[in-house]
């Protein structure tokens, strides 16, 4: 529990507040922008308006659950309750159901998991907090098949998800640990593995040796519609792990030199191998989520990047 005594001196008077045991995983600001802010003279999160009214509470209440580290504190409990059973979180659709699934695991510093729910089995991206909530609200919308993880770092509860739910894990074998030693399915190689028909595991080595970023393509997303049917096609999801993100809520596409556990070279020249593959969304553990207005306006952002991570080599 966050603890009132070790409030951050930055925070705004009132009854919500962050605590210094905050780790600047920025999931808080990312849900509730309108009452989280960041302290950049403590590289910490803190409150900057306390919240008004009935959503901004509920907003700051699903920022508390989710918080990896339980550095949000607050004596107003209306909203909690709600907010413990409100993730996993739509945050696309309808053509293809994405949600983030909150309950941020410390194992995993805080890192974003995503659920991917699809016809054939839905896959779980990344370990979060094998909370009782979480898992009870997976269960209602179809279980989980498969259990991606993207690299050694955000495993969290993997096991529990595997005991609960049955699901196949997902790892690249030079990731492979004493954690992980028994995962079902280990990826080898560099090249890019179809899982199903509709799911491309794309290795990227950098960040960790065995980083893996997933690619969803939908039916009907390569193709696009037909020329007398101009609604918008499918779009196309690359699940990054800690290869790449967005900077900030208006930034381009970012890597981080400092971030980046096992070789700079490599994590550039997997960028570049992201080049052969088109997508519109790039949704991370760590850093922002973002959707380009276009596959190509990603292409162009992720050519700016390629382009700064040789200059920084």
């Not at 989980?144 to 770092?153: A, E």
């Not at 609604?231 to 290869?243: A, C, M, N, S, V």
């Not at 556990?261 to 570049?272: D, H, K, L, P, V």
């Amino acid at each position: 529990m966050a603890r009132p005594a070790d409030r951050i001196p930055q925070n705004a008077p009132g009854d919500w507040f962050v605590d210094r045991s905050c780790i600047d995983c920025d999931l808080c600001r990312q849900i509730a922008p309108e009452v989280f802010g960041r302290a950049d003279d403590a590289d910490q999160s803190f409150v900057h308006h306390q919240p008004e009214g009935d959503e901004a509470r509920r907003r700051a209440a699903m920022a508390l659950v989710t918080c990896p580290t339980s550095s949000i504190g607050t004596s107003d409990r209306r909203g909690v309750q709600a907010a413990a059973t409100a993730f996993p979180e739509r945050i696309a659709g309808p053509a293809v159901d994405v949600y983030f699934c909150g309950y941020a695991s410390a194992d995993s510093y805080g890192a974003s998991s995503y659920l991917l729910r699809r016809p054939d089995g839905n896959v779980l991206i990344d370990s979060p907090r094998a909370a009782r909530p979480l898992l009870r609200r997976l269960a209602e919308l179809g279980g989980v098949r498969w259990m991606f993880l993207t690299h050694q770092d955000d495993i969290a509860d993997h096991e529990v998800f595997r005991r609960e739910f049955g699901c196949d894990r997902v790892i690249h074998e030079r990731d492979v640990g004493g954690a992980t030693r028994d995962v079902e399915v280990k990826l080898s190689g560099d090249a890019p593995t179809p899982l199903a028909h509709d799911l491309l595991a794309i290795p990227v080595p950098g960040h960790t040796r065995g980083s893996v970023a997933l690619l969803h393509v939908p039916p009907g997303a390569e193709a696009g519609p037909p020329a007398e049917a101009p609604q918008r096609r499918p779009e196309r999801y690359l699940f990054t792990g800690d290869h790449v993100w967005r900077a900030g809520s208006s930034g381009g596409l970012h890597a981080s030199r400092d971030v980046c556990w096992y070789s700079w070279a490599e994590q550039t020249r997997s960028m570049e191998r992201l080049l052969a593959h088109r997508f519109d969304w790039v949704l991370p553990g760590h850093g922002r989520r973002w959707q380009a207005p276009s596959s190509d306006a990603m292409r162009a952002e992720l050519e700016a990047l390629i382009a700064r991570m040789r200059a920084a080599a």
